[in-house]
């Protein structure tokens, strides 16, 4: 099998591809269909099944259950896939579901990705690259969140809530609607607590770009007016921003959505 180093304890299906330089520790279980990258690692106790692919250099902890079938009544044995990008970790007892008929027949997972111990991806989730996901959080089915989102530690997203890039979503949240990209929020159920500035100066976005953000962030999320009328005020007034004209499109994409909005602020028009 490539050079692969197989634990003579793990069961590994004849139809399973697997990668050069693959690791597969003690008591290790990988079912038909699965293909494992090169380089991938699971060190012990992992069960891989379904129409699953894992990327290069991703290394998966014990008791981890990745590819099996969702959580979903209306899931009927449908032929789907999981496919999780390069350089990932998964930690002890993360639990990843394929995708079902209702939801695109995917779960999509990006590359360096760090999922800690006993976090959950539902089916249908599409989650960007460089994504972190703390303890015990679990994210519904048909979510997207998008690159570089960061979440602390016990928080649950809703079924079909989109967090947009950059965001960064505070330990023990309820996220019960979409989080604007470059946003933090925080609370049970969550609201939008300002802008993600920690994590903005951390990856060396440009000053000037992030006081941009942050003036059409108090624009749109005022007291006057609509929110339509808000959201493009800021789109006209920085025409040229990229950060801003990722809100606002976001914004404007997710028209008749639930949004996460500040304690104090409008709530739509």
């Known amino acids: 099998m490539n050079s692969a180093e197989i634990h003579p304890t793990a069961i590994v299906n004849e139809s399973a591809s697997i990668g050069k330089g693959v690791v597969i520790g003690p008591y290790c279980m990988v079912g038909a269909g699965v293909e494992l990258g090169d380089n991938v690692e699971l060190i012990s106790h992992v069960c891989v099944a379904g129409n699953t692919r894992i990327g290069q250099d991703t290394q998966i902890y014990p008791f981890a259950s990745v590819g099996h079938s969702p959580q979903d009544l209306k899931y009927h044995g449908e032929d789907s896939w999981l496919k999780i990008g390069a350089r990932c ?69 809703r079924q079909h809530v989109h967090v947009g ?81 990722d809100v606002v499109s976001f914004l404007t994409e997710a028209s008749g959505r639930a949004i996460c909005m500040p304690r104090n602020g409008s709530s739509g028009d």
């Open 89 to 157: 970790t998964i930690r002890e007892n993360v639990t990843i579901n394929p995708g079902t008929q209702g939801g695109g027949m995917e779960t999509r997972i990006g590359d360096d990705c760090l999922l800690m111990a006993n976090s959950h991806i539902a089916h249908d989730c599409r989650v960007g690259n460089n994504v972190i996901l703390a303890n015990y959080v679990g994210i519904a089915g048909h979510a997207i969140i998008e690159d570089f989102v960061t979440f602390g530690g016990i928080c649950v997203v």
């Open 165 to 245: 890039a950059h965001a960064f979503v505070g330990a023990q949240s309820m996220v019960e609607g979409d989080v604007i990209p470059y946003g933090m929020a925080v609370g049970n159920r969550a609201r939008l607590a300002g802008l993600n500035l920690v994590g903005l100066k951390r990856r060396k976005f440009n000053r000037e770009d992030i006081h941009a953000l942050r003036t059409a962030y108090r624009m749109i999320f005022s007291a006057e007016g609509t929110f339509r009328e808000r959201v493009k005020d800021a789109a006209d007034l920085f025409d040229s921003n990229n950060l801003v004209q």
